[in-house]
């Protein structure tokens, strides 16, 4: 199994400029979501999904949109990038079952936005 | 709501000393209780976890129990190594939702 899977690794960006953050598992886990990571801030979730054409945000979603066609997939939109916006982004899926809470994590993406 | 409330750090220890990172939690229901770390460039994994009260998890010799009574969940390990250095983060899921709470996270940095 490759586990949790993202693309890119790293990105820049000019403000203003729309991209997708990509997010893969092959775990078959119901429960995805996406994070960001900010020094002194710990992790902020921004929008979760409970199974495929389920979503639901987050703490922070404002400036992002997901989408869950299928189990596999969960990318992350940035509609209009702006330097707040700079970050690294984790992905994460959990079977999300009562024996079995645990999140699996991807490797990160690192996004710069000047 | 559920809340999860881990010691600041830094914490800097010096090869083969003692760890105890301090972990405490708010939450309705039962939750499953995790120690995630996460190593410079990398994404966060799993440590450790327990899933009910006086369970311990313990895993690269590093142990935590659940205690109920305390509303705790400390991680300890006996000689830390250079290796260990990374940010460790104290998390509760489930008793009822999904979406896990995490601690703000405590750095560890081990010196030779």
């Known amino acids: 199994n490759a586990g949790v899977t993202q693309t890119p690794k790293f990105q820049v960006l000019k403000t203003g400029q729309s991209m997708t953050l990509q997010c893969a598992q092959d775990m078959n886990h119901e429960y995805m979501s996406w994070y960001r990571q900010d020094p002194g801030m710990g992790l902020r979730l921004i929008h979760y999904?409970?199974?495929?054409?389920?979503?639901d945000q987050g703490e922070v979603p404002n400036g992002y949109n997901v989408s869950r066609s299928t189990t596999e997939d969960f990318p992350l939109r940035l509609l209009s990038a702006a330097p707040s916006q700079t970050s690294v982004y984790f992905c994460a899926s959990s079977p999300g079952t009562r024996m079995s809470y645990e999140q699996y994590f991807g490797p990160g993406t690192r996004l710069t936005v000047t | 709501g559920d809340s999860v409330t881990q010691m600041e750090g830094p914490v800097t220890l010096s090869e083969e000393a003692f760890l105890t990172i301090n972990c405490t939690y708010t939450a309705t229901g039962y939750p499953s209780l995790f120690w995630y770390v996460q190593y410079p460039g990398e994404g966060l994994q799993l440590l450790l976890k327990a899933t009910k009260a006086d369970d311990k998890g313990s895993n690269k010799g590093f142990e935590a129990t659940y205690r109920k009574e305390t509303t705790s969940f400390h991680l300890e390990k006996g000689s830390v190594q250079v290796s260990d250095s990374a940010v460790y983060f104290c998390a509760l899921s489930g008793g009822g939702s999904y979406i896990p709470t995490f601690g703000r996270g405590t750095s560890l940095i081990v010196h030779p």
């Open positions: 999904s409970v199974g495929a054409g389920i979503t």
